[in-house]
């Protein structure tokens, strides 16, 4: 993490050092969350030397020197070099083909919206189709739109995101239909593997435990199994009791004391104790006083507080730093 925010700080310092409309270029190549995050640490970034400047330079030029123009997005290259030469209506009957029908542009559009937007847009859609623009999604922007759904769209939604086994491109050509976009696509193209059980389970990580018991009870109804098999892929913030003492150790490093203090609030105390216990006896009885110091706090900080630390989890896990799912100590050899 903390290379990612000394590469984040470089970034910012690098676009404030171009021209406007050098930088404005650059912002055009990036992702929703990774304008956000470049452009809060811009915000924040004051009085850098020249010779920071003229180092960080020197290091992108560096790079750029040891990389092949190989490494640029092929797709955009070959997405123009067709149109140019053929047309626009030939090279996009072609581009289908070679390009395996990965075009989802309407949903790009999407994430850069804010939830609220995104779900008055497609609440009066097919349950279908709504699971299917959602598992394109962010998990944690997925979970915030599925929030504003009433209970029965909510829960429907979730049922057809745990059994969906994958998306023909016939089914994305109508998703960007909805979403006012174009997209061809043969039938016998290989369908896109999104949605399942980990899908839905990731989701519900992020909509809170009021709606998380709805949906999960409504599930169980219509089949108990699959509501079982969502629950045991979650990993709530009472799952951390089930990683072992290096992983909770691992995560810690990655978690702000502030952010830790908020998502105790609202946690066992057994909990409390595990991430005590994992901690130098300083730390710990630090912890311990900033808990006892803290006046209320709104259950919704805590439960932002946790679904953040539970991101670090993920991530970690995700990476192979660390097993959740009841490995514990014994999964390492």
Known sequence: MADNEEGIEKGAILMLSLGEEEAAEVFKFLGPKEAQKLGTQMAKTKDVSRSRIESIASELIDRAASQSTLGLDSDAYIRSVLTKALGEDKAGFLLDRILQGSDTSGIEGLKWMDPGTVAELIKNEHP???????????????????????????????????????IQPNALAELNDVLAKVLSAGDKLKKTTLGGVRAAAEILNFVGATSEKS??????EHDSELSQRIQDEM??????????????????????????VIALKGADETIREKIFKNMSSRAAEGLREDLESRGPVRLSEVEAAQKDILKVVRKLADAGTIQIGGGGDDAFV
């Open 128 to 166: 279908q189709i709504i699971a299917t623009i959602l598992v394109h999604l962010e998990r944690d922007l997925a979970a915030a739109i599925l929030n504003m759904f009433v209970e029965r769209l909510r829960s429907d939604v979730i049922l057809r995101i745990a059994t969906l086994e994958g």
């Open 215 to 220: 949906v999960l009870d409504e599930i169980r």
């Open 235 to 260: 990993f709530t913030f009472d799952n951390m009791l089930d990683l072992d003492d290096r992983a909770i150790q691992t995560v810690l490093r990655d978690v702000q004391s502030d952010q830790l």
